[in-house]
């Protein structure tokens, strides 16, 4: 079965550097997401991206963030500027249609030192 | 303010004893109510989607049903790798892109 894979599984990185995770959607899917789970909390809406633009952000998706989708496969995020409260799990999602479910990566541990 | 409420926060249950889980949403023009698993170190895991009051959707031994304020996942005699947290979230306007997570309910089953 199709799945949303991300890389790297785990990422350590000094406060202040800059990180790119990496996440490869499911192939025929048109929309994008990525969301974070600080340890023992909700999981979290960060950003949705279609049609090569973003569709919604929340308040957390601020300039220190940014996405891309540089190719017809990869989507990223960007954080700058690291802080220790960007410590948190981060899962990529995409989904097919509007009405069809999101599917989720099995997600990037993020650890700022 | 929360839209999602799951209770209980922690379940544990016999292997065989069947039970109930509470998603409680606080929003209009559901747009679709959706439930994931997420097991340890993993992402979320799609179960169900349920679009309108009365739907019933139903796999193995979960079934999701809804109504206009809350949905139940029933566990229909449980086995030991049912054992995960189980996530409700909610699609509804003005956001209609992303999904809204509930705190989740951990499922432990003993054998």
């Known amino acids: 079965e199709p799945e949303v894979t991300q890389t790297p599984s785990h990422q350590v990185t000094q406060m202040g550097q800059e990180v790119i995770l990496r996440c490869v959607p499911i192939?025929?899917?048109?929309?994008f997401y990525w969301y974070r789970q600080i340890l023992g909390q909700k999981v979290e809406f960060l950003v949705s991206?279609?049609?090569?633009?973003?569709?919604?952000k929340s308040e957390i998706f601020d300039d220190q963030f940014s996405v891309e989708r540089p190719d017809g496969s990869n989507f990223t995020l960007k954080i700058r500027s690291t802080k220790l409260e960007d410590s948190a799990m981060y899962f990529c999602?995409?989904?097919?249609?509007?009405?069809?479910?999101?599917?989720f990566g099995d997600g990037t541990r993020l650890s700022i030192l | 303010e929360d839209q999602v409420t799951q209770s209980p926060e922690a379940l544990r249950l016999q292997e065989g004893e069947s039970s109930s889980l509470n998603c409680s949403y606080t929003?209009?023009?559901?747009?679709?109510l959706f439930w994931y698993r997420q097991d340890p170190g993993k992402g979320p895991e799609f179960l169900f989607t349920?679009?309108?009051a009365g739907e019933e959707k139903e796999k193995e031994r979960l079934k999701a049903t809804l109504t206009k304020k809350e949905s139940f996942l029933h566990i229909t005699a449980p086995k030991p790798e049912d054992s995960a947290t189980y996530l409700c979230?909610?699609?509804?306007?003005?956001?209609?892109?992303?999904?809204?997570f509930g705190a989740g309910t951990t499922v432990t089953v003993r054998a």
């Open positions: 929003v209009s023009g559901l747009r679709g």
């Open positions: 979230a909610v699609q509804a306007p003005p956001n209609d892109y992303k999904l809204s």
């Open positions: 999602a995409s989904r097919q249609g509007s009405s069809q479910p999101q599917h």
């Open positions: 192939s025929n899917h048109l929309y």
């Open positions: 991206f279609y049609n090569n633009e973003i569709s919604e």
């Open positions: 349920l679009y309108s």
